[in-house]
């Protein structure tokens, strides 16, 4: 799944998966292919491209009841269980303790010392998830960091994964927009979050071909686009929704 410090799974955690499935599948395009345990007692849903997984979606376990849904996303690390620690001893904190998932591999979810979840992943010898990054509809182009105090995420997130500062977009009353660099590419951004987001969150955004009209399935599908079109630095156009149950995530295209 990639060396240390690369995003390489997302995660619908969510109260509706059938709902969810049939949402995503008509607003992304993805191919929901379900799963379920030897002994089922749990079931695992698989957004897929063409070229295979790309994300996928679970019930919110019992463990966390009470927790709205949510995109989750999974950082590959070399040691899973050092890994956990260092967030903890900096600041952050373990909120499920490393397990393995047989087969897979093993994973922790984690925060980061103002809050922000993420999830720690290290695959099972000869396990492979995730295709090669692409630049096509369906998968991830960015992930997105809205948190207390930006420039202090920027520092923990460079000193924990080794993510490189590149450029930093003045946002004037919102602050600096920073984006941040993983193997020489820019692939996250970080930034202080305005007052009316009540907490501190990662955002996962996907590609789709033409803005407008993945809109137009969004609210379609019962979702609610929160913000946009808009057009960003580089020239691509985004979307900011929700799904019908209330997860947040953020389209992108090329063309408006």
């Avoid at 009353?173 to 590419?185: C, F, I, R, S």
């Avoid at 993945?214 to 979702?223: N, Q, S, T, Y």
Wanted: hydrophobic share 40%; charged share 20%; net charge negative.
């Amino acid at each position: 799944m990639g060396a240390t410090g690369k995003f390489t799974w997302y995660e619908l955690l969510t109260t509706d998966t059938s709902a969810a499935a049939d949402f995503y599948a008509k607003v992304i395009g993805w191919k929901p292919v379900s799963q379920a345990s030897a002994d089922d007692s749990m079931h695992y849903t698989v957004f897929n491209t063409a070229e295979g997984g790309v994300a996928g979606l679970m019930t919110i376990p019992p463990d966390a009841a009470g927790m709205p849904p949510t995109w989750a996303g999974y950082v590959s690390v070399d040691d899973v269980d050092a890994y956990a620690k260092k967030f903890e001893a900096a600041g952050g904190a373990i909120r499920r303790p490393p397990d393995d998932i047989p087969g897979v591999g093993r994973f922790a979810v984690v925060a980061d010392p103002q809050g922000a979840g993420l999830c720690l992943f290290k695959p099972a010898s000869g396990y492979q998830s995730a295709p090669p990054d692409l630049d096509g509809p369906g998968y991830p182009s960015w992930r997105e960091l809205m948190t207390n105090d930006g420039p202090t995420a920027v520092d923990f997130y460079m000193g924990m994964f080794g993510w490189e500062k590149s450029t930093g977009h003045d946002m004037g009353p919102m602050g600096v927009y920073q984006l941040l660099a993983y193997d020489g590419e820019d692939r996250m951004g970080i930034m202080t979050k305005p007052a009316e987001l009540p907490v501190s969150m990662w955002s996962f955004v996907f590609r789709v071909d033409g803005i407008g009209a993945a809109g137009e399935r969004v609210k379609a599908a019962g979702g609610t686009v929160l913000r946009g079109p808009m057009q960003v630095p580089g020239g691509s156009w985004v979307l900011q929704v929700q799904d019908p149950q209330g997860a947040f995530f953020s389209l992108q295209s090329l063309t408006a």
